[in-house]
């Protein structure tokens, strides 16, 4: 038996609140406000530096959080 016109509506506004959830989560992977740099380092050889030094010259305006349990300062 087909789906009722009642039945058909309710799925689409479900399915349109699931689209903008979905929607709002990709928002903060996309536009993050805070972002830890796993491996960050004061290194100009090592990955962290670079990753730390393209937030911060592309302007990235959140937080930055540099995570380097081995180094003293970063």
């Known amino acids: 038996m087909g789906k009722t016109a009642k039945e058909t509506e309710d799925n689409a506004i479900q399915d349109k609140t699931m689209d903008a959830l979905l929607l709002e989560n990709l928002k903060s ?3 993050p ?3 830890a ?3 960050a380092s004061e290194k ?3 990955l962290g530096f670079h990753v730390m030094k393209s937030l911060k010259l592309g302007n990235f305006r959140g937080m930055l959080l540099p995570v380097n349990p081995g180094a003293e300062r970063i």
Request: proline share 8%.
């Open 29 to 31: 992977l996309f536009n």
């Open 33 to 35: 406000t805070t972002v």
């Open 37 to 39: 740099v796993i491996g």
């Open 44 to 46: 100009p050889d090592k």
